[in-house]
Each structure stands twice: as C-alpha cells, then as structure tokens.
C-alpha cells in the first residue's frame, strides 16, 4: 500500500473514532491503527490490511437489512453502524407516514454480543425522533418479533439477529406493516424499493455521535399506549400470546404423549419457547440437549451454528440414541428454522436428517389436506421459493389449490396473496402466515411433533409418508452444490461464464430450456440466478448467496414411480442421476 493510501485509511478510521457513541469500538480501533506502525513486518502488514476491510465501504443495507462481522468500521456491525442504520429507518417511515403520524416500530434481539445494545440505541433513535419505539422485554426467537409486529399493529419491525452465521457476526432486519405497508406484504422483511429508500436515508444520516438518542426517558412495561415520544418495554406476556396462537387452543390428543422428542436450541435463544410450545402441544417427553440448552454467543459445540452444516445435530442425534427418542428437533439461534432427523429404518443405530424439501412437502401435504377439508369461500394459496423442490406444486394441483413459486427469501414467499402455507429449502417453513409472515422454526417444531405422533399411532413414520407422496407424484430428489470463495469477484466471474457457455446437457440429457431470471419477467421480479431445465425433467438453479460469500446451486431430479414395488428401483435411479448431474454442475463451475 502506498504512503498515500494508508495515510487516507489513518484519516478515515480517526473521523470514525471521533464520531463513535460507543468507547470500547472506539478504542479497539486505535489499536488496530496504532499496530499499522509495528515493528514486526508480518503484524504490520495484518493490520493495514484489517483496517483497509473495516473500510471497504460501507456495510450494505439491502432486502436483508445488514450482517456483517461484529468490530469498529464503516464495514463491521458496531453501535455507530446501528445508530445510522435506525436515524435512516425512522427517517424513511416519518417520510411516509408524514408529520402528523409518529411510526410505532417494535423491536426485537437475541443473544448475540452486541445485540441488546443494538436494540436499545435503535429505540432510543426512533423515540428521540418523536415517534414510539417498543422494545421487546429479553432475548427472543426472530418469530416472537414477526409475530409482535402485527399484535401490536406496528409500522415497523426490527429483529436484531445474524440468524445462523458464526459468533462473530450479528445482524438487523427489518420488517414493514401497520400503516406503512398494507397489502398482502404487511409484516413481511422489506423488499424493494423499500430498501433502497431506507438506504438513501441512512446514507444522508448524520455522524452516529450527531444523532440524538432519547437515552434518559423512562422506560416503563407496556402492553398498550399513545404513540410519540416514547421507548417502553413491551409486556412479557407477549411470548404468552405468540406461544397460544403457535399451539392453539385444541387439547391435544392422547397419542402426542407417546411420541419421545430430543430438542436442541443450538445454543440460541428457542430453547425455553419451543420446549414450552411442544409441552403445551401434548409432548410431554422432550428431552432437551443440555450441552447446547442455554443462549451463548460463542456457539462452543458448533462454531457454524447452522442446522444444515454437517454436524450440526451430532448431540442431538447421541442423545436420541441414548434415549430411545423417536424424533430430533433443531432450531437455528434465533429459532426462525427448523430441521428435524428421523431414525433410519435400515439400521437401529444411525439416523437421516430430512432435508429442507422433504420436511417442506410434508408440511405442506398436510395443509393442503386440512385445506381441502374446509368449507369457504377464501381463495388458499401454497407457495415455495423457486429453488425449492416442484413437489408442493405437484401436491397443490392434484388438490386443486393454487401454487406460487417466488424468488429465494421469505420477504417473498411470505407476501403472496392468500397464502395458507409456504417453505423454502433452507429449513424455513411459514404454518401460520396470518399471525407470523416469516419462517417460524417453533410452529414447524409443534407441526412436525403432530405428524409424526399422528404416523406413529396409525403404524406408520415420516418417512412412510415421504414414500406414500413418492409413490404418488414421482421421487424429487434434490441435493445442493455449494462454491464457497475468498475472493468475493469470484462470484460474478462464475455467473459470467455460465451465461457465456451454459451447458448443453447434463447427466446425459439435453438442456431443452435455459432461463436468465435477471431478465424482467411477469412472474418474478429480475434476479441474479440462472435456471436449466434438461429433457429428462432434471433441473439446476444456479445463484449467488444472499448473506454469505458463496455460489450456491440448487439441483432435482424427477423420477416416476411404477408402483409401490418399484419405488426402491425409481429411488436408486433418481441417485445416479442425482450423482451425474452433480458431477456435471462441478465440472461446469470448475471451468469459471
């Protein structure tokens, strides 16, 4: 790096410790320039190199809100970052509500380093600026927030999270309602343009240290008040009331007692609501794993605390071993995902952690059953991102219920009209879109426990059901391919040659249909994925990661099934085609 160049960076990080409300990022900081004089060369060079990430640019406010390592910097999720972040989220809903309407925004946090400060300074920011900020009264899953949002009948929601990333990140999303969105997306994370617009915002804010915060108003608990001026602690029966609509009000059946449960929080915050959920629900044997039990932001027994990271569920799965147990439940840390592992019926030892799909369709199977059986006149809609299998399509029509595919992410799925139930394959599964209009990893918990109490009173398992809707529509086998990189350019280079060199066939079939989503379409809005669809039904989805620095690939096979005694010979036929396409998919990124 040129003389010039570091000494702009040493300008830039003391403007930025100037302007910091917070002194402990401020002299962290000072410390990361003071070693950018070091002795040592290989300390030296470490630290310009930190300090020229920390200032890259500004950590981007997008559909996802913000996420990013936790440190001092423009581009590090730190109090200065959240401050701005929330002078231009009220500044955006004060534009649109007007003067005379002072927004009412409800915000929620986990258990993550730094996420109660987080939450406080956003109140303090939304309350100073007049309108009334409720801030949720302890460390709570991402649905008791999405569920409050619409309770309490709030303009606004902020969750501040980093969902499943690793200890060092933390996170802000940001959900719009009440008077400020009003359609079928009222509750739902953003989308344009109303990202872009908040972003426009928190650009123009003022230093973090020039925003006022109303840091010395009373804070008394509130379950109801006049808006305007205000931060106040929300009543704790607020989890009471998420926890009875995520239940309901049915006494639950004799046969959910007998079902034995091994739940895992994963470290995160779902542990106490979950379990309560699941006892409330008839399930009285819920074994919780108590390595992993309470909320710790250092996640000790799984650095990734992803449940779809191999490993993820090992304590759970050793626990379910040693109790017998007929079900793993797992949330992710802020309890918005749900994944679930069954015994494997070919050996009384091992277990198979269902994938996102399956558990997917067997939620939605069961709704669209439910569905048919009500007598209305409302119109229901099922819905999947479309990375997700086409087997809830398949299940919709031969139900005569109407089916959505929408771009990845519940801020879309989560919107559409008339929706009676909706997933996606990265474990997020919406039971309840009335009450939560996101994923809710706690109502998928209690429905799953209710399925396969159901399947085991009549004899059966989840994973005869799974057979059962095979039989019925074909074997939808998917699997994923993943391109984790280091350089960040990588990523568009990959998409660049797939567009310039698409293939022309993979696992031995012709690609008959290619689609560029980033094309304007009528049903979806442009993205940045590409879509190949082969002769034999097989299919790749190819997109960057919205949250996380990797190419991620999406693939299915369809295979029609016989007859109920040729569906082991259809499942091993969709597996080698399964194998080849895979190959294919990798060899074809490989040459980017």
């Avoid at 939450?119 to 008791?144: F, H, S």
């Avoid at 801020?411 to 996606?424: C, D, H, Q, T």
């Avoid at 350089?487 to 568009?492: E, H, Q, V």
Wanted: hydrophobic share 40%.
């Amino acid at each position: 790096m040129s003389a010039d160049s570091l000494a702009e960076l040493r300008r830039r990080a003391a403007e930025w410790i100037e302007a910091d409300p917070d002194p402990d990022t401020a002299t962290e900081l000072a410390e990361l320039v003071r070693r950018c004089d070091a002795a040592d060369t290989g300390e030296r060079e470490r630290a310009v190199a930190e300090l020229q990430d920390r200032f890259s640019g500004p950590l981007e406010f997008g559909t996802a809100g913000l996420r990013g390592h936790l440190g001092a910097g423009e581009h590090r999720m730190n109090r200065a970052v959240v401050i701005r972040a929330a002078a231009g989220l009220q500044q955006y809903l004060a534009d649109v509500l007007g003067p005379d309407r002072p927004p009412v925004v409800v915000i929620g946090y986990d258990a993550r380093y730094g996420s109660h400060a987080f939450a406080q300074d956003t109140a303090d920011v939304i309350a100073a600026a007049g309108g009334r900020a409720l801030l949720l009264p302890e460390p709570l899953p991402t649905p008791v927030l999405a569920f409050a949002l619409r309770h309490l009948q709030a303009d606004a929601g902020v969750m501040v999270t980093a969902s499943h990333n690793p200890p060092q990140d933390n996170g802000y999303k940001v959900y719009l309602g009440g008077r400020v969105v009003t359609d079928a997306g009222q509750g739902a994370q953003i989308v344009p343009p109303h990202d872009a617009e908040i972003a426009r915002r928190i650009a123009e804010a003022p230093r973090a240290v020039d925003i006022p915060r109303a840091v010395d108003i009373p804070r008394a608990p509130v379950a109801a008040g006049e808006a305007g001026g205000s931060t106040e602690t929300v009543e704790a029966t607020i989890a009471e009331d998420y926890l009875d609509r995520a239940v309901g009000t049915q006494p639950p059946p004799a046969e959910q007692a007998e079902l034995q449960i091994v739940y895992t929080p994963l470290h995160g915050v779902g542990g106490r609501l979950t379990t309560r959920a699941l006892r409330a629900a008839g399930f009285t044997r819920v074994h919780l794993v108590a390595e992993q039990a309470e909320p710790d932001p250092d996640f000790p027994t799984t650095p990734f605390p992803n449940p779809e990271e191999p490993g993820a569920l090992d304590l759970a799965i050793d626990a379910a071993n040693r109790t017998g147990a007929d079900l793993v439940i797992a949330n992710d840390p802020d309890a918005d995902r749900c994944s679930i592992a069954i015994p494997d019926e070919d050996s009384e030892s091992t277990w198979r952690q269902l994938t996102g799909d399956e558990v997917g369709v067997l939620l939605g199977a069961e709704a669209a059953t439910r569905l048919t059986e009500q007598v209305t006149e409302q119109r229901s809609v099922l819905a999947n991102s479309i990375v997700s299998s086409r087997l809830l399509a398949a299940v919709a029509a031969a139900h005569g219920i109407e089916h959505h595919a929408t771009l990845t992410g519940f801020k879309w799925i989560s919107r559409v009209p008339n929706l009676a139930y909706g997933y996606e394959e990265a474990l997020g599964y919406c039971t309840d879109p009335e009450a939560v209009r996101d994923k809710d990893g706690i109502s998928a918990a209690v429905a799953l426990a209710r399925l396969a109490a159901q399947a085991k009173a009549a004899g059966g398992t989840l994973r005869s059901r799974l057979d059962e809707l095979a039989i019925r529509y074909g074997v939808h086998h998917t699997a994923p391919v993943t391109i984790r990189v280091e350089d960040l350019a990588r990523i568009p280079r990959l998409m660049d040659h797939l567009r310039q060199a698409p293939p022309t066939s993979l696992a031995g079939s012709a690609v008959v249909r290619t689609q560029d989503l980033n094309t304007p379409g009528e049903e979806l809005p442009p993205t940045d994925a590409l879509v190949f669809e082969t002769e034999s039904r097989d299919r790749v989805i190819v997109r960057p990661s919205g949250t996380e620095p990797k190419l991620k690939c999406y693939l299915e096979v369809i295979e029609a099934v016989a007859g109920p005694d040729r569906l082991a010979e259809a499942k091993e036929s969709a597996r080698q085609r399964m194998e080849a396409l895979r190959a294919d998919v990798s060899a074809a990124l490989s040459l980017g």
